[in-house]
């Protein structure tokens, strides 16, 4: 079994910043490409920033030059820090990874999501 698991998520003030962690645990083989996704009320879940293992980044365009993607390879970690929230921020955020377990019959990546967490910026 693989679990992400998310924390960091709060109420904020607009302006002002947060930073998101997820974990991926279990039997693990290789953790690949790793992103966030958030989900505001009403709307569908929409990409926020995506890291391949190498470092390589993707970014939503609102959300450029305001948050960052960043992980740490040994920990099986991908972190979101986000600067400058405004109110538009607010939402859902969930942690996404492809991942290759072990001890499977048929050795491929999955893919797995975390059971999100919210992020309330305040005007």
């Known amino acids: 079994q693989v679990q992400l698991v998310e924390s960091g998520g709060g109420l904020v003030q607009a302006g002002g910043s947060l930073r998101l962690s997820c974990v991926a645990s279990?039997?693990?083989?290789?953790?690949?490409?790793m992103g966030w996704y958030r989900q505001a009320p009403g709307k569908q879940r929409e990409l926020v920033a995506t890291?391949?293992?190498?470092?390589?980044?993707n970014y939503a365009g609102s959300v450029k030059g305001r948050i960052t993607i960043s992980r740490d390879n040994a920990k099986n970690t991908v972190y979101l820090q986000m600067n400058s929230l405004e109110p538009e921020d607010t939402a859902v955020y969930y942690c996404?990874?492809?991942?290759?377990?072990?001890?499977?019959?048929?050795?491929?990546?999955?893919?797995?999501w975390g059971q999100g967490t919210q992020v309330t910026v305040s005007s």
């Open positions: 279990g039997r693990i083989s290789s953790v690949n490409d």
């Open positions: 996404n990874a492809r991942v290759v377990p072990q001890m499977v019959v048929i050795v491929r990546e999955y893919n797995y």
């Open positions: 890291i391949t293992r190498s470092g390589n980044t």
